[in-house]
């Protein structure tokens, strides 16, 4: 216990943070079904996908839309949402408004989509300092242009005090889909690297550092960024990455989880390669958290052929945010659906989707 | 006060559903800057639009992408968002679910688009029941459906209980826009003629009538409908259909202000030629509204051409979202950018903008 973070907070009760076993078919609404695991998953597959109708291809953050009809061979749109409810609104490298913007462009570039417009819509609750809706609305302004896009187009809408929480932004976004540019989470193949475009962990820890009546001296920043450059610069390298995924909630243990389901390989990863970044270690031991269930807003897993690894490796690293890129694994005939760690010792552990929530309301 | 619905209501207190007037230049967030009036207008241009930038094109619902350069001459996507928080969830004739989707669809349609998919974003209050989650879905499902569309991509975030009010869905979607179709607000010209689609104020005095602990035995329903059909038989009339604008939230009244002001021309209403259905009257009467300020979902007005204008309300008429279709006034080049109602005895009154908020989440 000796390695923790000196922690100056005070109001600390680590008690009301303990989150339940969740109920598997619960009668309503848990915190769990917006983890990002196999609650989120559940909701989707029991309610959602039946009322809304199931899509053609695989279930990713972006659906792609064949324009061919109206545009002419090969004109492919990107389309994509996400709700933001991160509390507290600011945190240490960012605020709802730029992790709302870098979470839909980031979506729109897992699917190897160029962001071209973005919307935003706000539901407001009363009494909100207007102060604030302007700081985080110069966040969302400022994060678009730094990903090369813009708003195009919005609402507002307003709720009585306590029936929100200061505010909640969903974006969407839509981008175009280059030709020959495919990369799908069912299409993850045998003997294909897992890259990771540097340490994970660092949003989440970020943001719970500053609520729960905590006050870690970590000096840890989030890592929201937008990863629209950073894809085109891998695909610029190698226009036939099979695999992109973001791992957000539900930290890289969902991403990769979701690729192994979808492509049916199994996926191996070598744990000490995995870089997780000292202070995010400490405190998920303190916490009894998993770095690898842990969000996060500004990396990217890329599944490419072994062929062409060291060439987007190298792209990776060229680019600003992907400085700390990494091989950690790789895609095998064996375990298919199952994502297995190995450690430095050649033990193994098989890595499941996290099942219910560790960190409500991340992004 | 005979002719007022008869009111089954218990714990009526009309004292609570009062409205102060609002502050101008508030510190922090009011109901009104929902209301879809002045206040709203202020929000927008004075902390919105220098946050995330101005448009090039007028201030619509949605914007109009120009794609030439991606898809060839004359390509043209129409982006909008919704956020939706209307309470209660369910009311006679409709519910938030399929509000949402009709509210979507028809921003796309007033900028002459066709739904061609939609994103659907869910914030969960932790606690709800999953039937009502379930019960919203497929309103939204079949909504989609009926508006001949469907939900590509979604969402899904989990607030603990007291931070949310059972859900909000925010709903955004992208149409293509034909060729030679361009209704903008900043098109009316005087001449033009003023065609609304039916009568107005159904959809805010359903929703008002079950809640605020009200039961008023009016067995009005809500107008919620998609109107993308109903534009497609109007433009077939008239390709050139100068300017559409479905009145929800500000009603009627912001619906007409918004297009006086952005095209620069009079709009002269005659008052007895605008359908108030007689329950409307009444319980605007009854609780001092005004119907041209009461929101709708499944209408819509259109300046068309004077030439044009039989064949445009017949192609209205002739269609099941249209039935009530008539002419209600006119484009002068008299008081420019102001909206004038005339009695049936010849006085008129100016229509100004809602100030703040009659109905707080009404949509």
Chains 1, 2 share one sequence.
């Not at 680590?14 to 598997?24: D, L």
Request: proline content about 8%; hydrophobic content about 45%.
């Amino acid at each position: 216990m000796t390695d923790h973070p000196p922690m100056t907070g005070h109001d600390l009760d680590p008690a009301s943070w303990s989150c339940p076993a969740p109920v598997r078919n619960p009668p309503t609404v848990l915190l769990g079904h917006g983890s990002g695991g196999a609650m989120t998953a559940e909701l989707i597959e029991q309610i959602f996908l039946p009322a809304l109708g199931r899509p053609d291809g695989p279930l990713t953050d972006s659906a792609v839309l064949d324009l061919s009809a109206a545009f002419g061979a090969g004109g492919r749109l990107a389309f994509t949402t996400d709700a933001h409810v991160v509390r507290p609104l600011f945190f240490p490298g960012g605020c709802i408004g730029d992790l709302a913007v870098n979470g839909t462009v980031n979506d729109l570039a897992m699917v190897g989509a160029r962001p071209i417009a973005l919307s935003c819509a706000f539901v407001l609750e009363e009494g909100t300092d207007l102060a604030v809706v302007e700081r985080v609305a110069r966040a969302v302004g400022d994060a678009a242009r730094a990903a090369g896009t813009r708003v195009v187009t919005g609402d507002t809408k307003v709720v009585e005090a306590g029936r929100g929480d200061g505010l909640y932004v969903t974006t969407a976004g839509i981008g175009l889909v280059p030709r020959g540019v495919d990369p799908r989470p069912d299409r993850a193949a045998p003997g294909d690297v897992v890259l990771l475009s540097g340490p994970i962990g660092a949003h989440g820890i970020a943001v719970l550092s500053v609520r729960e009546g905590m006050d870690f001296s970590t000096g840890l920043l989030s890592d929201t960024a937008p990863l629209a450059g950073l894809v085109e610069a891998m695909l610029r390298a190698d226009p036939d990455v099979h695999a992109l995924r973001d791992p957000t909630r539900g930290g890289l243990a969902a991403a990769l989880n979701e690729i192994a389901v979808a492509s049916g390989v199994g996926i191996e990863i070598e744990d000490a390669a995995v870089p997780v970044p000292d202070q995010v270690s400490a405190v998920c031991s303190l916490l009894g958290l998993d770095p690898w269930c842990v969000a996060n807003e500004g990396r990217l897993v890329a599944l490419v052929r072994e062929e062409r690894a060291q060439d987007v490796l190298a792209a990776l690293r060229a680019h600003p945010a992907g400085v700390g890129a990494v091989a950690v694994g790789r895609c095998t005939d064996r375990d298919p659906g199952l994502v297995v760690a190995r450690s430095a010792y050649g033990s193994t552990r098989i890595v499941d989707l996290p099942l219910g929530e560790q960190l409500p309301r991340i992004c």
